[in-house]
Structures are given as C-alpha cells and as structure tokens.
C-alpha cells in the first residue's frame, strides 16, 4: 500500500522563477492538504482539496495556489519566489468520507519537497 | 486564532530517564489533538491522537498523552525513553466543525536528544 508520494524531492529556484510540486495521496485518500515548514518551525498550513475544490486556506498570498485532479493527486503552484519562500513543502492526506467527521481521521505526510530559492 | 504552544524548544535525556513534553492549545471548541514525531532524515509520522472518550491515550512506541480540557493542554509523556527516541516532536490541534473540513496547526516543535 503506497503511502503518501511527493516529487521532486528537492528543487532550486531563483527569485522571480514559479515552482510546481506534485503530491500523490495515500491509497483510498480523497483529500490532500499542503503545508510550509520553514528551518526550525512547525508545519504551517497553507490549504486543503477536496472534490478538485479549495476548501480551506491559510495565511498565505495569492502567489500559491493550487490544483486537485480526479484522481485525488494535487499540485502545489508558487509564482514569483521570494527568498523568503525556501522550506520544506509537505503533502498530507486524508479520507473526508463525505464531509463527516470520523473517529478514525488523521492525516498521512509525505516525505516532502526541499526548496531553495536563491 | 486557534494556535499551539510547546513549552519546551530543546530537551536533553539521558536513556532511561522520563520524558514530558508539555502543550497547550488555544480554541474554545471542540478539537481532536495529535502529537506527531519526525526522526531525523523521515517524514512526519503520528505517533497518537485523541477525538473523544479517555483522555488519556497511548500511542505507538510506548507514548502516551493525556488530555486536560480545563487547562487545554496535550502532554506527551514516555516513562523511560530510548536513544532510538531522537527526533521533533509536534502537538497538533485540530478544530471541528469549521465547514466540515480541516486543518491541521502545529507547535514550533520540540527537539529531543537522547544520549545512551
């Protein structure tokens, strides 16, 4: 049962350039959220997929943006880097079972995407 | 704003010894709290999680967690840790009822050297 995928696994940009990072949820997954993790801080949530729709963001420009694709698997888009943007970018999925909580729901990380931007 | 606090950036052990690793939360609603690890050169992994019922809870790899509603507080404990126990520890939160869907806020994290 393949866990959660992410690619590339490190990427170097300049600033000004865009950057795509692909993410493939776990096995039966329907919901994909991404997160920031910049050097020394916790994962910072920047939003979540469902149903190839938007369904929460977090505190972060328009610059990232996104996209879900039927077959559950996302992309996380960035234009205009800034230096600031370099960090860790972390995948997570989920099964949302038609919008209802569950008892069993957490959510599963890939390994993540390093970029640098110079 | 619902935000985590870990209490502890750094923490040292020598093997054997007890681990507390304090974290408080902020919401006034209902919430389901996780308490991830990262070792050193993996990905996040769950190590516990509380939804509802005991408010203590134990975890993989002998972990445990107890919840105090009163003190919204999530401290993780291990009675005598491990050298293999090195790694980021992060307390989650995680609000229900926000439209249905979720998000996950993390602590800073807490950095855990175990000496043999």
């Known amino acids: 049962d393949a866990g959660v995928t992410q690619s590339p696994t490190h990427l170097i940009k300049t600033r000004g350039q865009q950057v795509t990072l692909r993410c493939s949820p776990k096995s039966g997954h329907d919901t994909v959220s991404w997160y920031q993790q910049a050097l020394g801080q916790g994962p910072q949530f920047i939003f979540q997929?469902?149903?190839?729709?938007?369904?929460q963001r977090g505190n972060f420009p328009d610059r990232f943006s996104g996209h879900q694709f039927p077959n559950y698997s996302s992309e996380l888009n960035v234009n205009a880097l800034l230096l600031g943007d370099s960090a860790l970018y972390l995948c997570?999925?989920?099964?949302?079972?038609?919008?209802?909580?569950?008892?069993?729901?957490?959510?599963?990380f890939g390994p993540g995407t390093r970029l640098t931007v110079t | 704003a619902q935000s985590v606090s870990q209490h502890n950036h750094h923490v040292i052990l020598s093997e054997a010894a007890s681990l507390e690793l304090g974290c408080n939360y902020s919401?006034?609603?209902?919430?389901?709290l996780f308490w991830y690890v990262q070792y050193p050169g993996q990905h996040l992994q769950l190590l516990l999680k509380y939804f509802s019922g005991d408010p203590l809870v134990k975890g993989i790899k002998g972990f445990e967690a107890e919840f105090i509603k009163s003190k919204f507080s999530f401290n993780l404990r291990k009675p005598s840790v491990q050298w293999s126990d090195t790694a980021e520890y992060f307390c989650?939160?995680?609000?229900?009822?926000?439209?249905?869907?979720?998000?996950?806020?993390f602590g800073a994290g807490t950095r855990l050297a175990v000496h043999p």
């Open positions: 997929y469902y149903e190839e729709e938007e369904r």
């Open positions: 989650a939160v995680n609000a229900r009822g926000d439209g249905g869907y979720n998000k996950l806020i």
């Open positions: 919401y006034g609603g209902t919430v389901n």
């Open positions: 997570a999925s989920s099964l949302m079972l038609g919008q209802r909580w569950t008892s069993g729901y957490e959510q599963y």
